[in-house]
């Protein structure tokens, strides 16, 4: 198959956007795994102390898996990356790397308001992050872009920042409510999202 020049540099920078992300990601689930401290005694009451931390540091995995599966198969739809498409990238993994901070924080302060609406806060930013790098593929490829089409409305994207704004507002009068509903969009998003993948495989079959 050969291709031009400029195809190859596109292919190119792709393929670096989506290594430094992979290389990211990867270093932000090894920082949180360091959050988990080998206790002194040997006894299962001693692992007690980190069953917080150890909570935070589940919900906080769950959504960097969630991020990294939805990122891949996003960048799969991607044929050219511009400079705005690059920034937006790195905005995303600004708020991604707070991840680990806020979710350590959490836990070893057992889930106060602060630490909550913290979490929420950085959630909600990742989230708002994610949306700008999406609309801004779109825009760089098109309104009849495959990401566009296998998007179509987008409602789970849209709902996730308002559960967010919900989580965020209830840290200071109910954390329950607040880990319900961060716990609720996680899951939301954890239920397979074939869109792409669909229109992926029906692309490749024209």
Do not use: C
Request: avoid cysteine.
């Amino acid at each position: 198959m050969n291709y031009s020049l400029k195809t190859y540099e596109s292919m190119m920078t792709k393929g670096r956007l989506d290594a430094f992300t992979d290389g990211v990601l990867a270093i932000i689930i090894t920082i949180m795994v360091l959050e988990l401290k080998v206790p002194h005694g040997g006894t299962f009451n001693d692992l007690a102390p980190l069953l917080p931390v150890f909570g935070s540091y589940i919900l906080s995995f769950i959504y960097i898996a969630i991020y990294w599966n939805n990122h891949h198969h996003m960048m799969q739809t991607v044929k050219h990356v511009s400079g705005k498409i690059l920034w937006a990238n790195m905005h995303l993994l600004f708020w991604l790397s707070l991840i680990p901070f806020v979710s350590g924080w959490m836990g070893e302060n057992h889930f106060t308001s602060a630490s909550v609406f913290l979490y929420g806060i950085v959630l909600l930013g990742a989230a708002i992050a994610y949306f700008i790098l999406q609309f801004l593929i779109i825009k760089s490829h098109g309104e009849n872009s495959l990401l566009s089409k296998a998007l179509g409305k987008d409602l789970k994207g849209k709902i996730s920042p308002i559960l967010y704004i919900i989580g965020v507002i209830f840290a200071f009068y109910n954390i329950y409510i607040s880990g319900a509903v961060y716990i609720l969009v996680a899951i939301m998003w954890l239920i397979p999202d074939t869109r792409i993948e669909k229109a992926l495989k029906k692309n490749s079959n024209l």
